[in-house]
């Protein structure tokens, strides 16, 4: 039988098994859920968290753990800057995982925070201490070289791996991470909603293979055809690219570029001046805003992150830590969000590679999202149009995948 579990945030001590009453609230509610088991979670709502004392961050001479001293530990490993401190997003990711078990894990669950130190050789060291713990997570934001060391580890010999940092791949590995190219995935779904058409991509010249690889499989999944993948310099005029690429672009039913420098109004110009009827053009969230005012990009297509459901936690973030919530805090945030749910609904075997990649998928301060079998992030964005040199709303994300 299917069932169903609430959590308010303002009485943390509160676990009842039970369908959910839905009573008003004085603000919005995040909801984490999960469908599990043939079972449907519905976890974690954040009303007006009544927790008030501020969250003490311990030396950093010593360990630092957080939560319950007997719950279910959960692994973060991240890499100190020069001066022995957590800086930039390893501290968002950080800061947001600790508010997120102090809210959220009711002294079920035990937030472990390491430091991997430059170069290869403590990483498997720690991955080896954090199984021998019966860690049931490693959450990580590091480097990818020290990222892909983690996730070239034998499954049997780690606990799944939550990647914050740039796409990996290996056995049970999930990135919740967004990108620019699932920005464009999510653009060019909102371009031809029905799927069956011609996709065409113009990327910079030093755009990754694997990224390219990866495009060019998002796109054929997402039941479009992938026409191909044309490059355009820093140096190039708009004739250049259409010279380089003309095939691609009067083959495609829809042409998306992706960047993130001024040389992106040039590729638009070189579409727009193919003069393909009914062609559609796609950007990502990657563009300069300065992008907009060109007018060949007029109608594009952008998806942006959902950034809605972040506002419940900002205040507290603010207060907390001294310094304003961020992408990466709000990622470490559910990610401790997905292992709490997942803890206090099953237990702390609960945290699997099936669990995790359930079609339901989770709803946290970063939107909608779930784990695809490649272990990549798919999320419901807000579907934009460029207009008059501004970002317009055309369509609020998707409730459901």
Known sequence: MPFAISLSLSLLT????????????CGAA???????AGCQMDGVGLENNSKKDDIKMPSTAIEES???????????????GAAGLYEGPARDVRDGAVLGVGELGNNQVRLRVKNVGPGLAGVAAQVTAAK?????????????AETASIAAIPTTQRPPLLNLAGAATGGDVFNLASDEIDSATEGVKAAGPSG?????????????QSDATRLGSAIWNGGNTFMGLGRYGASDQSSDILTKN?????????VVILGNTPEIGMAANAVRSAAIPGQTLVGTNNWPQ???????VAGAFVATDDTQSSGLITERYQRHFNHPLTTYGAYGYDAMAIASGLIRSQGPQAITAANLRNKVGFRGTTGLFRFNAAGQVERRMVINTIDGGTLKVSAQPSQSF
């Open 14 to 25: 509160e676990w009842l098994p039970r369908r959910p009453r839905w009573r008003p609230a």
């Open 30 to 36: 995040l909801i984490l859920c999960a469908g599990l």
């Open 66 to 80: 957080y939560g319950g001293d007997g719950g279910t530990e959960i692994t973060l490993l991240l890499r100190k």
């Open 132 to 144: 021998a713990r019966n860690a049931a997570l490693i959450v990580s934001y590091l480097p990818p």
């Open 196 to 208: 069956h058409k011609k996709v065409s991509a113009l990327v910079p010249a030093d755009f990754p």
């Open 246 to 254: 003309r095939p691609l672009i009067q083959s495609a039913d829809i």
């Open 290 to 296: 300065s992008v907009y005012a060109t007018p060949a």
